[in-house]
């Protein structure tokens, strides 16, 4: 449930906290006096796009926090587990919106995205607003509503999925179809290619060694030329390093007789020595094995400009060739599979099947539902001054779609004897707002979501109706949290809490103020609902009678 929102320096609010109470809470005030300040807050909060100005004049940002207690909110505490976030009994939601458009969010003190606020705020609050009946008219909400009526809105979503597998598979069997020839031609070339590349017998390490051999057989001459000199510099000239350090090291074997401090440098000399030393017998044994080898060269030579012509040919290089090869072999397949006619269309018969299988099932549910939902909102019209109509579902089969087997259209009758017509047809803005209502507590008791905002959503129902209407929003009350912005004292007088919005000028600035009212000053503000500006002793003996305390 919401506990907590604060608010600073948002639109013409300088500071705010309010504490809500479980049940039914109505929140009432003067025209223009701020009322869907508290709805805009709670959005942003929740993770809606800021689409205005909505920081106070003379503020450098607005900062917007709601606190939940969502103990038993398991869908709350699901989403933070699977996001990694703290996960408390109170959940805390901030929103911070600067001058400059940007905006920060945070869940229980971590920094957060809009998106997971909105994520988030889909298990928190369901906010119902004044031009719901409106959208009422739409035949895509009439769906939606009856599949959250028959709880079938998750099975709803997986037809749309299956539908649009099925789809792309239709579509892909189209296109082969189209280009069989194309593809029958592309495979062939294909398959020439890889053939040809197979042949290679190529791998990127096999390509390296062959590079080196290439190396050191095109330069032998030169390779064993200059190792004969290097022997000769060592040890075969006839002066030559091994010589010339056989001469230091018999001095320095003298002198370090003489002075012990020469050792160390005669035993470096001594390393050395012996490191020339192997170096002189390696170079002898590579000379002895080295040979030049014509034949061998012009075969390697012949394998490499094998190995260029053909990447040339295929525009690759040489080290792409596995890749290459891999890329082709998958591209087969799929070619391959399309060739066969066979096995597409056994794919999209069993997507259809899958598809057709579960529209069913929705079709079955929506069928089961349609009646009860009709009867439900026929009860609800009787008592809402629409006595003798009749609200009805139509379930009209229609071709297979994202959406099901069947279009969902509501038809009404406004009085007895009348044959229901289609909604956007009949009804008048009244009765609209009635079965707009009617629906919106129908299913909102089957939802999850502990918190309920209606936002003036009683707009064009007056008098007896109205104290229904008050009625229905206080049985909702005592299963979930419903707070009901609403200019009807009828059906402010049937709230649990009461919360009052006020507009006043302070030192030049025009700023709102929202504050929950005690017994008496709740018949004042019923008094204000029933006779305007001026309150009289009537008004006030009239609300006291609403609320129960005459």
Not at 36 to 45: F, G, N, Q, R, V
Not at 90 to 108: K, P, Q
Not at 257 to 267: F, K, R, T, Y
Not at 367 to 378: E, N, S
């Amino acid at each position: 449930m919401l506990q907590t929102l604060l608010i600073r320096d948002f639109v013409i609010v300088d500071q705010l906290e309010l504490d809500f109470a479980l049940g039914f809470t109505a929140l009432t005030g003067e025209t223009g006096a701020g009322k869907s300040i508290l709805i805009d807050a709670l959005s942003l909060a929740l993770g809606a796009r800021n689409e205005g100005d909505v920081i106070r004049r003379g503020a450098d940002k607005a900062e917007i926090s709601t606190h939940f207690d969502i103990r038993h909110n398991i869908a709350a505490q699901a989403w933070l587990t699977d996001q990694e976030m703290p996960a408390d009994e109170t959940l805390i939601l901030r929103r911070v919106i600067y001058t400059d458009g940007r905006s920060r969010a945070f869940i229980n003190g971590v920094s957060a995205t809009v998106a997971q606020l909105r994520e988030l705020g889909e298990s928190l609050i369901d906010i119902y607003s004044q031009n719901a009946h409106h959208s009422l008219l739409k035949t895509a909400m009439q769906r939606d509503i009856l599949d959250a009526y028959a709880q079938a809105t998750p099975l709803a979503k997986t037809v749309n999925q299956a539908f649009k597998a099925w789809y792309q598979l239709h579509q892909e069997q189209i296109r082969v179809s189209q280009h069989a020839n194309e593809y029958a031609d592309t495979l062939a070339e294909l398959r020439d290619k890889t053939r040809e590349l197979n042949q290679l017998a190529f791998s990127v390490e096999d390509w390296q060694n062959l590079q080196q051999e290439h190396a050191r057989l095109s330069h032998g001459a030169s390779l064993l030329s200059g190792v004969e000199s290097c022997l000769h510099c060592l040890g075969e000239g006839e002066v030559n390093a091994l010589g010339m350090l056989a001469q230091a090291q018999l001095k320095l074997a003298d002198m370090q007789e003489i002075d012990a401090q020469l050792s160390p440098m005669a035993e470096g000399l001594d390393s050395a020595v012996i490191q020339l030393e192997e170096v002189n017998r390696q170079l002898n044994r590579y000379l002895q094995k080295a040979e030049l080898d014509p034949e061998r060269l012009a075969e390697v030579e012949a394998r490499l400009q094998h190995i260029h012509a053909t990447v040339r040919k295929y525009r690759i290089k040489p080290e792409d060739i596995p890749e290459q090869l891999a890329k082709d072999g998958m591209q087969m397949d799929q070619l391959a599979a399309y060739a066969d006619d066979g096995q597409l269309a056994a794919q999209v018969d069993a997507a259809w099947h899958t598809y057709h299988q579960l529209a069913t099932q929705l079709t079955e549910a929506r069928q089961a539902a349609a009646k009860q939902l009709a009867d439900t909102i026929t009860n609800y019209m009787q008592t809402l001054s629409l006595k003798g109509g009749q609200f009805a579902v139509a379930l009209t089969p229609v071709e297979a779609s994202a959406y099901g087997l069947e279009q969902v259209e509501f038809l009404v009758a406004g009085h007895a004897g009348v044959e229901p017509r289609p909604l956007n047809k009949v009804a008048s803005g009244g009765e609209l707002s009635r079965i707009s209502l009617a629906l919106q507590v129908t299913t909102a008791t089957l939802g999850t979501v502990p918190c309920m905002i209606f936002d003036e959503v009683d707009v064009g129902i007056g008098g007896a109706v109205a104290e229904v209407v008050g009625q229905l929003l206080q049985s909702l009350g005592q299963h979930r949290q419903v707070l009901v912005i609403t200019h009807l004292p009828q059906v402010a007088a049937q709230a649990k809490q009461h919360l009052q919005v006020s507009k006043a000028e302070q030192e030049g600035v025009t700023l709102s103020r929202i504050r929950q009212l005690s017994d008496s000053e709740r018949i004042d503000e019923l008094a204000r609902m029933l006779g305007g500006l001026t309150i009289t002793e009537v008004t006030r003996q009239h609300a006291k009678q609403m609320l129960g305390l005459s």
